[in-house]
């Protein structure tokens, strides 16, 4: 009896490391469009605002990756790409609707050309720093809100 390889991976991903995720205090569109312009510096494969799935091409990051680890203990790598994964999902938190982002990054390294690439697991900080900067967006959007609310209002005092 044989088990799916990919399953397996999963498994041992959600296992050993937590996926970076954050809920968001807003609807889905609003999270939807502040997770795009954030991926908008990344090569997209896929884009589905439907399905919430956003899903890059392999890119290459060698040089972060040798300079990251040029004060550890591993030698240098002959060559390192990525690839990043951003599902967007609608949810409720007692009548008000929020925005579940998870991201995962899959980053593979090759030593040399005779082992050939191997998956690595990734620090997080690529994920954490995307999710703080889809975060800022979302309250810069609300504060922007806030203070049209407040102007809209003032004006009808006015009135």
Do not use: H
């Amino acid at each position: 009896m044989s088990g799916c390889a990919s399953y397996e991976k999963f498994r041992q991903v959600t296992e050993e490391m937590e996926m970076p995720s954050r809920i968001f205090r807003a609807d889905f569109n609003q999270t939807w469009t502040a997770v795009i312009q954030v991926m908008k510096k990344y090569d997209i494969a896929q884009q589905n605002q439907e399905a919430g799935f956003i899903k890059t091409r392999w890119m290459d990051n060698t040089l972060e990756v040798n300079f990251t680890d040029s004060f550890g203990s591993t030698d240098a790598v002959k060559a390192a790409r990525f690839k990043l994964v951003v599902n967007v999902v609608k949810g409720y938190r007692a009548s008000t609707e929020v925005a579940k982002v998870t991201i995962y990054k899959r980053q593979l390294v090759e030593q040399d050309f005779l082992q050939g690439w191997k998956e690595v697991t990734t620090d997080g900080n690529q994920e954490q720093t995307l999710l703080y900067r889809i975060e800022r967006l979302i309250e810069n959007d609300n504060k922007l809100k806030e203070i049209d609310k407040a102007r809209e209002k003032e004006q009808l005092q006015n009135f």
